[in-house]
């Protein structure tokens, strides 16, 4: 069975994957589990094909930058692989899951053989400099209430039987967004209280409903365009 053409990036790709099947390997994970830690010298490439991990970056002291989450069809690792550099950040499942680990020289083998997949490789590289880029200048120009909402709106995913509203699911933890926004839980905490207040946000089992992304969204570009 040719479970590498299974894989998202290699879709359609103009090599024979078969040959490479034996020289990658498929590995289980567990919640907690360290994939990937920052300043490892390892140059291997993961495609997550079940379950959901964390990338961070932390500090020597301990604090945690959360970069976002990753589901399955996702890959990490690509730059060390490419460059031959230490690992830029860590990757902490948050599930039981499964990867597929390939090597570094085998990835080079596979992108640098099949223009498709290359394509690919330089699209996502790309649109993940574009998303740093954007969340580069939410940190340098707008506030912490601002940098919420912007978040929010980035978690969110349209509800379903509804035409305006955006849900996020499950709920994000305050401590988590703290984490992704650059603050403290309990400013989190009195954001949500405010908006909670406002109608802005509904809190439901299971998730978190921006009831009014459409102002969310008017606020964050307000307080960019005063900056």
């Known amino acids: 069975m040719n479970r590498l053409a299974g894989i998202p990036l290699f879709k359609?790709?103009?090599?024979?994957?078969?040959?490479?099947?034996?020289?990658?390997?498929?590995?289980?994970?567990?919640?907690?589990e360290i994939l990937v830690d920052f300043d490892d010298p390892s140059r291997d490439v993961f495609f997550l094909n079940s379950g959901d991990v964390r990338v961070l970056i932390r500090t020597r002291s301990g604090k945690e930058v959360i970069?976002?989450?990753?589901?399955?069809?996702?890959?990490?690792?690509?730059l060390a692989a490419l460059d031959g550099v230490k690992r830029s950040a860590n990757v902490t499942a948050l599930t039981r899951?499964?990867?597929?680990?390939?090597?570094?020289?085998?990835?080079?083998?596979?992108?640098?053989?099949?223009?498709?997949?290359?394509g690919r490789v330089f699209r996502l590289l790309t649109s993940r400099v574009r998303e740093l880029d954007a969340r580069l200048m939410e940190q340098t120009v707008l506030d912490l209430r601002h940098r919420?909402?912007?978040?929010?709106?980035?978690?969110?995913?349209p509800r379903q039987g509804s035409e305006t509203e955006r849900v996020v699911t499950p709920p994000p933890f305050h401590h988590v967004l703290a984490a992704r926004i650059g603050c403290r839980r309990e400013q989190v905490t009195r954001e949500f209280t405010a908006m909670d207040q406002e109608g802005l946000i509904e809190r439901k089992r299971g998730a978190l409903v921006l009831k009014r992304p459409d102002i969310l969204h008017a606020r964050v570009q307000a307080a960019l365009r005063e900056e």
């Not at 359609?12 to 907690?32: H, K, M």
């Not at 919420?148 to 995913?157: A, C, G, I, T």
């Open 12 to 32: 359609d790709a103009e090599i024979d994957l078969s040959r490479f099947e034996t020289r990658v390997r498929w590995r289980n994970f567990l919640p907690g």
């Open 67 to 78: 970069l976002g989450e990753m589901k399955p069809g996702a890959l990490f690792g690509e």
């Open 97 to 118: 899951g499964e990867v597929c680990v390939m090597s570094a020289p085998v990835f080079q083998e596979i992108v640098f053989g099949a223009p498709t997949v290359a």
């Open 148 to 157: 919420l909402y912007s978040e929010l709106l980035r978690l969110s995913v």
